[in-house]
Structure formats: structure tokens, C-alpha cells
């Protein structure tokens, strides 16, 4: 059991400067800890859930928020914190819509379903995360299996970065897909972390 009483976040290691920006414009950056788990559990969503349930059992007496979505574990991250009713996470299936928004997503899920998304984190680290992640780096020729459905890149950017834009661009070469990028900041992100959930100091 942790001996921290402070209000505990326990985060996707692809949200740590996102995450950190929020809490910091909300004055609560110091008044809260944070657990990130590994940014590469994108690729293997099946052990989201576990490593989550983890932390959860070590800090049942904490208040607990956990900043994912879904984020391709079936369901099975809603089955864990059924079990803690208290616990609150990210809305949506994955980091692309509550970073967008629901209706924003929707929007662009419904343009053109065969689409690829990136985020910052995910177009800074692509290479590492999705092309060597998938293996293509030693089977390029896997590359039209995994992605011959798809038909471009959306790049949802939190930050006004070019060189995160022209990350994204890049990407999208190297997968042969068309690409767009779209400006969706953190507002609806800001608006998806409880703060006042967070700021309350009684016990859970």
C-alpha cells in the first residue's frame, strides 16, 4: 500500500507532456502523483488492464483517476475498474477521440473509415512505435498487409509544432497513404481530466 495520500493519476506514458500541461494550467500539478505505464502498451493493449488493476490494488485508498480510453483493450479495462466504482478514466475508445472530441472524430471517422490516426506522441515517435513496433522495419513487404484498408493519415496535433506536422507527413509516406493534418490543441483533453475530482482531499 502506498503511503502517498495525495490523489493519484495513473496515465499512459504517451500523455506525459499533454497530461502535464493540464494539471499545470489547473495549479494542481504538485498536489497530485502520477504513475505512467509504458507508452509501448499501445501495441500490446492486452496488458493495459493488468498493469492498471496493479496499481489500483496497491492504492485502493487513494482517489484514483485513470487517464486512458479504451484504448483497444475490449472492454476489459471497464471489467477492472467496475470493481473500484469510484475510479473515473478518459471518455472514448482510444486517445485520438478525447483528444479531437467525440464529434470531431466521429466527423472524421465517418469522411473516410479507412483512416490512420497519429497524435503528437505518435508522430514524433512513429518509427520507433508503429514501424519497427509492427516489425516492418526488417518485413517491409508486411506493410500492405497491416495497412492496405487504410486510405490516408489524420494528424490531430496538440501542440503548433511544424516539425511534429512534417513527422506526420513523413509517416504517411512511408506508409503510402494520403495525408491531412488537423489542429485539435487540448481543450477537449483539459475538459475529459477531472480536476475538481482531483482537488478533493477526503479519502475515497
Request: glycine share 6%; proline share 4%; charged share 25%.
Amino acid at each position: 500500500m502506498s503511503s502517498d495520500t495525495r490523489p493519484l493519476i495513473i496515465a499512459c506514458g504517451a500523455l506525459v507532456s499533454e497530461l502535464r500541461a493540464v494539471l499545470d494550467a489547473s495549479g494542481i500539478e504538485d498536489a497530485v502523483e502520477v504513475r505512467y505505464l509504458p507508452a509501448n502498451l499501445h501495441n500490446r493493449p492486452e496488458n493495459i488492464s493488468p498493469q492498471v488493476e496493479e496499481l489500483l490494488e496497491q492504492n485502493f485508498e487513494r482517489r484514483v483517476f485513470v487517464a486512458y480510453a479504451d484504448c483497444g483493450t475490449g472492454g476489459h479495462l471497464d471489467m477492472v475498474l467496475a470493481k473500484y466504482p469510484k475510479v473515473q478514466r478518459l471518455p472514448g475508445a482510444h486517445c485520438y477521440e478525447f483528444f479531437a472530441g467525440t464529434n470531431e472524430f466521429m466527423a472524421a471517422h465517418d469522411e473516410e473509415p479507412g483512416t490512420f490516426y497519429l497524435t503528437d506522441f505518435l508522430a514524433k515517435h512513429f518509427d520507433a512505435l508503429v514501424w519497427q513496433g509492427l516489425g516492418l522495419d526488417e518485413h517491409p513487404e508486411l506493410r500492405d498487409m497491416y495497412f492496405g484498408n487504410y486510405r490516408r493519415v489524420v494528424l490531430f496535433t496538440q501542440t503548433n509544432n511544424l516539425e511534429i506536422v512534417s513527422a506526420g507527413e513523413a509517416a504517411a509516406r512511408k506508409l503510402g497513404l494520403e495525408f491531412e493534418h488537423r489542429h485539435v490543441g487540448l481543450e477537449s483533453f483539459a475538459k475529459s481530466v477531472p480536476v475538481s475530482f482531483l482537488k478533493q482531499s477526503d479519502k475515497q
